[in-house]
């Protein structure tokens, strides 16, 4: 007698263009999202990097570099929480 398995008494599902559209733009939102963090921490070493060059002939802009530095880093860590909060879910 021949044994039947689980995965052979199911159809896959069917698969369509607006699907695989939804699959393509989840993709192109994740590298999105990828490019602007890391935009987000090259600038944050920017600004330290230029904070620090300038605390002797500029100490207001060091200033402002610093607390960028300090809003930006305390800004990612609240996203952060929330969306773990949430489960890791978008919508």
């Known amino acids: 007698m021949k044994q039947i398995y689980d995965f052979e008494k199911r159809t896959p599902p ?3 263009e607006q699907m695989l559209l939804a699959e393509l733009e989840r993709r192109k939102l994740r590298i999105q999202t990828t490019i602007a963090v890391l935009a987000g921490f090259l600038l944050m070493i ?3 990097l230029l904070g ?3 605390i002797d002939w500029y100490p207001i802009l060091s200033l402002l570099c ?3 530095i300090i809003t930006a880093a305390t800004g990612g ?3 952060a929480i929330v969306y773990s909060c949430k489960g890791g879910k978008t919508t």
């Open 14 to 16: 069917v698969l369509n």
């Open 77 to 79: 860590g609240v996203i």
């Open 52 to 54: 620090y060059s300038a």
């Open 46 to 48: 920017a600004a330290v």
């Open 66 to 68: 610093f607390g960028y």
